[in-house]
């Protein structure tokens, strides 16, 4: 079984300051990690995802994450926050190993809150 | 790229009453086809996916059934809708091939039912 992690419902942080937003997966393989974010009543967009190689991946919008296999994480970083970085972003994972029809597992979401 | 279209945008049902969204699918062929429901502006539930044209599989049983007519078409029906239905359906593609792709989302649709 597979399953994901946001422990955080909500995180604020003040414009201009780095955030993170958490994520810790488990799986019985290796893990494909994806990050998602969703703006008030839309779809969610695809952010990043980590396959294999690199454990820092980057992404859209000036995101990146980094993959800890050793901690199970997979936290969500930006080097300095915008206030249109503020949304409900969502982790995903699924196994490597899971075959079938390849099902993802999001976790329940983390709001992001920049304060001007 | 593929571009995902959900109708109708927002809908407004009373309880008993039956449902029918779509979605359709461009620039992809052969897609993984997804629903999922979102409550309360959080979780996503996975509802149905399907593999192909005429092939789906339920996630969770409830009132609601999941129909792909056409390679590109993915459908969410009701007989008869609870309050509890009411939420944020989504649809979501994964293009065939590479296992580690991505979904893309639709737009989605917002369902009350009163």
């Known amino acids: 079984a597979q399953s994901v992690a946001q422990p955080e419902d909500q995180v604020n942080v003040a414009e201009g300051n780095p955030l993170t937003v958490k994520c810790t997966y488990s799986?019985?393989?290796?893990?494909?990690l994806f990050w998602y974010v969703q703006y008030p009543n839309r779809g969610l967009q695809f952010l990043l995802k980590?396959?294999?190689?690199?454990?820092l991946v980057k992404g859209s919008y000036g995101f990146e994450a980094e993959f800890n296999k050793s901690q199970t994480s997979f936290h969500l970083k930006k080097p300095s926050a915008l206030v249109s970085d503020s949304a409900l972003y969502f982790c995903a994972v699924r196994d490597m190993n899971s075959g079938g029809y390849q099902k993802v597992t999001f976790g329940t979401g983390t709001k992001l809150q920049v304060i001007p | 790229s593929q571009t995902i279209h959900q109708w109708p945008a927002t809908l407004v049902q009373p309880v008993g009453s039956p449902l029918s969204l779509e979605c359709t699918v461009e620039?992809?062929?052969?897609?993984?086809l997804y629903w999922y429901r979102q409550a309360a502006g959080r979780g996503l539930q996975l509802l149905f996916y399907?593999?192909?044209?005429?092939?789906i599989s339920s996630e969770v049983p409830q009132n609601l059934s999941a129909s792909r007519p056409q390679d590109r078409q993915f459908i969410l029906s009701s007989k008869k809708l609870l309050l509890s239905d009411s939420g944020f359906y989504l649809c979501a593609v994964k293009t065939s091939g590479r296992t580690y792709n991505e979904q893309f989302f639709g737009p989605g649709t917002r369902l009350t039912v009163l």
């Open positions: 799986v019985s393989g290796n893990p494909y």
């Open positions: 980590y396959i294999t190689g690199d454990n």
């Open positions: 620039g992809t062929s052969n897609p993984n």
């Open positions: 399907s593999v192909g044209i005429g092939q």
